[in-house]
């Protein structure tokens, strides 16, 4: 388990980026609010896919919190 920091949120999302990559999608880190609420956009075939919200729940949300239960949740910014 690691702790809520900007380096480790962005090594859960270079681990789960390539998944992104292969559909032609992205991720980037917006901000991590002092909730513990971190926000991020979604890139490339992400950015409009119908599924996407399944992609942040149950992929992107899922990989960040078993890794860093601090977080509360993930949230898609435009």
Known sequence: MSELTKENVLKVLNSIRPFLKDD?????LIEITPENIVKVKLLG?????PMSIMTLRAGIERALMKEIPQIRRVEAVE
């Open 45 to 49: 075939s992400c950015a409009d896919c």
């Open 24 to 28: 032609g999608g992205d991720v980037e």
